[in-house]
């Protein structure tokens, strides 16, 4: 398969077993080593993780038994000729992370999701990544009055600043979403992020992932959102998929929705040499309906999309865009993408 030079990832949380709020899973789970073994045989590279991903009940075990099963799952991962893209801390299923990890009003809590992202930091190290992704998953309020915004914006820098002190070899990815599970985050878009990482105790250790879907909830267009981490050189990684207007985060196969939308993530990325950077990640989920034996495909259509919509857009004739611009004549700008876009191979 011609990849074009991009690396690819997706995450165990992608091969799943389809519970939504208002039904129970519809597919059996799918053993991790079975996940691996689909994501070498789709053509993809390296594996994201959660850190429980790699070392399941981290919170009961001692630090050298995390070592253990977290160079465990390196050995699986070298065997089969893969790497860890990245660990992310799960900071929101704990029960006492409720109503925030670092930005809750508990202290008790927040001390709790510190120690626990120290955690994860040693389990990428151990993985053998620098880079740890912070989705701030219940960093923000169902409530408007219950926290103080400009306190939790400390808060999250504190958190950084403190993990970036604990390890001096790790990088943040910080990866932004306005909403879900939280009515109102704190960190909603790609400004946030950048404006946070920025006032960090090193900046040059902390960037960004797009999530298309994240930027679709927030109302923004997800090409855009990542031009303006990669004028800062700040785009580390992307979480390519689509989203269906303004509803559920719905992580849908990458282009199903909007193909124009793709293209033009496809033509930023491209255009910025992303692939010399980071990994192209897909965080995409199949269709509750999707019948089990079935439930690798939306993997393998996004990757297909992907590629084809990087033929397209090394196919289009810059000389020509370049012309079109200056005589401002966009309708023949636009044809000329809806050419490209519906030519056959
Ligand atoms: C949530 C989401 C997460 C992050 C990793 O919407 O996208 O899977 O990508 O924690
Ligand atoms: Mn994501």
Redesign the pocket.
Known sequence: MEKYGYKFSF?P?NIHEGADPFGPPVRPTVAFGDKLATLKELGFDAMQF?DDDAVPDLDNLSAAEIKRQAEAMKRMLDDLGLVAEFV?P?LWEHPMTIDGAFTANDPAVRAYALERTKKTADIARYLGTDLM?L?L?REGTYLREAKDAVRATHQLLEAIDALLEYDPALRIII?P?PN?PMDLAYIPTMGHALALGMQSRDPSRVGALV?SA?AVLAGLDPADEMSFALAFGKLWSV?LNDQNGLKF?QDRSFGSVDLRRAFNQVRVLEENNFREVGMVGL?VKALRTQPAELATKHLRNSLRVFLRLVAVVRSLDKTRIDELRQARDYEELDWLVLDALMKNE
Do not use: L
């Open positions: 995450g949380w959660h992310a799960r992704v989705w998953a990866e979403k879900e999530e994240h979480h985060d965080d």
